[in-house]
């Protein structure tokens, strides 16, 4: 920690994001049922993190909003932990302005309409049902944002079937500027594992990845960043 | 791996419970509504596993039947990873017999009626609410076996007004021979943490412990069911 602490103190690496500010969603979000039951979402955060570690080693300014997962904080980001989507959304808009904003995290889109304040009891009645409300949807609030929107908007699909379809339809609703998909089908590997194949959608260019390493992935992607705001 | 291997092959430690088996669970249970989402309860496994490492200790033939945690398996221990109730009710069944079962698991009560096999999209109608039916109770079914019961029967009772009171009318519920009640209120550090403070309710000579290290709890448990199994 006191390494961690030093590293923030010194100037940041010299890197193709140096003097950029960027801020990236990672992991699920827990919505609270009551105090120990919830609805989430699988996602181990692996490849936000990956991808924090890669802008901060491209010498980028670095704010990783985290939702519940078990990893190290990469060395010389500033970490928020939050629960859930709507601690994500006041967490990020609290983190702009930035340069680029990079929605990986797997947000729930419902959150329970009622939270209990005591543990739902089986045999006082239980529970029949979740009556679930949409929750604010942070990829499109920062797309959309009138003033001080960031200038690169990356936006994730996990999709299950038709992919690409699904991921360039989100790409349009949201209005953010690129969108990285990927198939999350129950044996693919991307969920939880160290592996991710994806296909980054950007109108002009898209570009189909073979399966990589998600730390590769990481670095590929912030390269491509540094791309795109070197043409300004 | 090899270490851990090698530590199975070599006979039990002479201890206190040398020659018992004991079946563990641990961990949440997380309950599937389609291939992203789930509904799960917060338990970090921390306690159930540091009682299989007790027993273990004590020269027990442990089987540590896990829901998704992010910890490493406890040395010397046989251990099942389960994701849902219906599975971890299957792994605890096909462990029996043993001469005590300790039921630590946070058990999902109820599952979603339906599981969707693909992502249900928001923009398709999305989810208004998430139908739930029971789960099996796995600690009233194996503390009610007629054939096969284990000798010693532990459950948990997580609870967050009157414990006290909800611990002893579920022991008296489900028949199993002790009961473990722990205030896991918003605030306590129960879940999640390292410390646990906890009554264990034995019908006759109920104990209050004070506030300890979820590890010095395994170890004082896995002591009092050495004297209760030697009481016979």
Redesign the interface.
Known sequence: EIADAAEKLLPAPQGRLSGRKVVITAGPT?EP?D????????SSGKQGYAIAAACRNEGADVTLISGPV?LPAPSGCDVIHVQTAREMMAATEQALPADVFIACA?V???RPAVETP??V???RG???????I?NPDILATISQLDVGRPQLVVGFA????DVLG?AE?KRA?KKCDWIVAND???GTPS?GGDKNEVTIITGDDDESLPMMAKDMLGAHLARRIADKLDQG
Chains 1, 2 share one sequence.
């Open positions: 827990h049922v105090p120990v039951r919830f609805v989430g979402n699988r078990s797997a729930a889109d419902y005591h543990k009891k089986k045999e239980g529970l029949t049902a979740i009556d679930l949409e996990a999709e299950t079937d699904h339809t609703r999350v089908s129950p969920m």
